[in-house]
């Protein structure tokens, strides 16, 4: 009995660091058949090459499409066949929750894709890691420049806006209406829209004025809207404990803390935001575009949108991923031409804007002009004024990290443990300790 | 059995073990000796893994040194700690329990035996969703009946105390069965004679329980324990999904940690030396606990 319980346990002290052991290095047993050269630069440069006869194979790998657009990037890439009949593409489609996991083991194993997507924060640590192909020669002119301009690093462009998408403040009518107070406008400052605030929170107890997510992604833009921000011009320094971040802090958290037109996580009770809007109890709420054909299906109240308020001066949100080609494929032309015509070609423009998946990242009116054409909400061209005011987060190779660092100061912030001053001191103390910056 | 014979039986038996062997090989043990090298290099996770990837990133023990010296290191074994505290008196007495019961000789056993070992069976991520929403402070079903006798629930999840309590709650639910049914062959392996004889001396049940039950169910007991002492220090998908280490860190637990160095901050050697230390301190944990068990482990023969 003592002898089999002891081979029992051995056996399970075994499993244990079986499990651990592959916690953390998963499926790189690749190590064998990986190649031993260095990553280096690649460049892609479509304007030295002729339109080659060849047939080209390539892969795409995306999460954009998932959960409800696949159909769509189909029709797309049929489309796109037809005019390079010589470009054979597979698309794969990954759920978001496991894309980037899949991703960092497939490149690290050198099985990527030729071309994939990636959202912004990923795009950094990607593009600093040397593991994609600049783009050079590729015709940009079709694109919104703040967009393409996101994903140049140094000077180098490394991937090409595949989509986008930008904040806008969306508001309840009817709850405006009980409160008797006029509609927010595109020149609100932060202190009309408290003022409102209060007014909406005083209609209930269960009524609340606003929902902003106390998160880095909020404070980076507010503090935008301050005149602040995380950084330095040249982002060799943190600047998060400074005067402006002070006041774009302290405005996001004292609605919550002090004058609670702002619901607590606890009065949230584990709640969205969405759901709460949609329930017919929230006055405003500052959110992506991507939530029109939500609250045109959930909402039974009349809702509009417009531009976000602003501090000192505007500053929205924008939103892009980054479609790249991998510094190690092959075929980095047929990647490259096909990523370009995805992002930017007129047809697969309107195709994305029909379909109500989201807005491509191109300069040409007259097909955005088919997106403006669709309600609720009545005034659509909120989405496109605020893109006078696009404000890009502050891209730097440890974007997660600082991401979390700051977010969690903030709700420590928001749930009243510390003082606003204190999280930024703390956030920009720690930020400095753990991130080298170049 | 005679040398040769042995040898013979190993020849026989090789071809039946190699498809596992080498299973084993590949996905355990060479990962197992490729992480330890990881563990001393600053290997960002993107970069074509091999050799010269590896030499070139070599810090040797910094990624330790540097874990050591944070306060997050102490501050995540805390609440492991905290976890364990809470989570292996619950687990074990409701095991207990449970084996009891199913100990009866009653009709329809079968069918609780089923009910009980169901959660064991459930993936985690089904169970912590549904946790999720039993927790949800307004509109869960738990603060419901709890508010029904007069007593209104802590935001669970949301809440920096309660946040750990509500895991362990989900984790002794779904961990019971387990522990449970190797409690009750434990159980069923002790002999009617100690209890009849007993009963002719006159103890009660509690004395039965605690003079009979107890010292011939310890060699189960201590594997349960042990077994559930490295189950919870590899606490995370539950975390994951039901809390994701917060509110404010308060459920950041090792293996939490060490997913999101790896795969979200791009450091997978200190990623490596976390779980290494992870290992380190579970194998001396269980070390500790085999010396520990001559004091109150009784084998029966």
Redesign the interface.
Known sequence: ??KK?MS??LT??LA???????????D????GT??????KQETVDLANTEVSEETAEITYANFNASGGNEETLQKMYDAFHEEYPNITVNIETIGYDDY??QM?TR????TAPDCYELNIENFA??AN???LAELTGIDTSGYNTTALNAFSVDGKQYGVPGNFSNVVLIYNKDLFDKAGIAYPTDDWTWDDAMEACEKISALGDDIYGIYQPITFNEFFKVAAQYGGGVLNEDKTEFTINSEENLKAATMMISKVTETNVQPT??Q????GDWDLFESGRLGMIPTGIWAFNTFADACDFNWDICVEPGGTQKATHFFSNALVVNADSDKKEAAATWINWLASSDTAAQMRIDAGWDLPAINNEDVLSGYLKLTPPENRQAVFDSLNYLTVAPIIE?Y??MS?IIT?KL??AA?G?ITVKEALDQAQEECTAQIKLQ | MSKKRQKRALKNAIPFMLPSFLGMIVFSFLPIIISIAISFTNWNGLDKLSYKTLASNFVFLDNYKQILGTSEFWKVLGHTCYYIVLYIPMVLIMSLLIASILNKNMKGITVFRIMYYIPVLTSWVAASLIWKWVLSPQYGILNQLLGYIGISGPGWLTDKVWAMPAIVLASVWKDMGFYGLFLLSGLKAIDTGYYEAAIVDGAGKMKQFFSITLPLLSPSMFFCIIMALINAFQLFPQVQIMTEGGPNGATQVMVERIYTYGFKYFKMGYASAYSWLLFVIIFILTLIQMKLQNKWVHYES
């Open positions: 009995m003592r319980l029992l346990l399970g002290v244990t660091s079986l499990l651990t052991g592959c916690g953390s290095t998963d790189n047993t690749a190590e990986a190649a031993t050269t260095e990553s980037f996991t960092q490149v690290a194993g050198g640590a990607y890691k040397g593991v996580e606890a949230m009770g584990g709640m440890d997660s990290l979390d969690n709700s420590l749930s443990e």
